[in-house]
């Protein structure tokens, strides 16, 4: 037979697993939500506009552009990366809800939706 205290025990450690066991479970449905609901935004690099920042994730540089919709909707981003990219390249972001750039790829101007185009600079 136990004793209160160690019952007592059992239930608080029974209950802690469960709420440890909850919050992994939200955040992986929070994750999942955010990813899965992620939206193209376009921009072009401004190799003028990157700063150097404090490393973060293998990040070293910040690129605070405007960002482009597909209807030629406009947003502030700040894009962290790991390196330089190539000044006046086209990139389509993938950003999600609460995480932000979750990633990017390099398109060409062909692959720029019309509105997209008109704001920002035609290669030469």
């Known amino acids: 037979m136990k004793s209160k205290q ?3 025990l059992s239930l608080a450690l029974g209950a802690a697993v469960l709420v440890v066991s909850v919050l992994f479970v939200s955040l992986g449905i929070l994750y999942r939500t955010t990813t899965d609901s992620a939206e193209s935004w376009y921009i072009q690099i401004d190799n003028d506009l990157v700063t150097e920042i404090t490393p973060h994730g293998g990040m070293n540089y910040r690129y605070p552009v405007t960002a482009y919709d597909e209807g030629g909707g406009s947003r502030t981003v700040d894009f962290d990366t790991s390196r330089v990219l190539r ?3 086209y990139l389509r ?3 999600a809800a609460f995480r932000g750039v979750i990633s990017w790829e390099e398109v060409a101007w062909e692959d720029l939706p019309a509105a997209v185009q008109s704001n920002l600079n035609a290669p030469e």
Do not use: T
Request: hydrophobic share 35%; no cysteine.
């Open 6 to 8: 160690g019952r007592g």
């Open 87 to 89: 000044d006046g390249a």
């Open 93 to 95: 972001l993938e950003i």
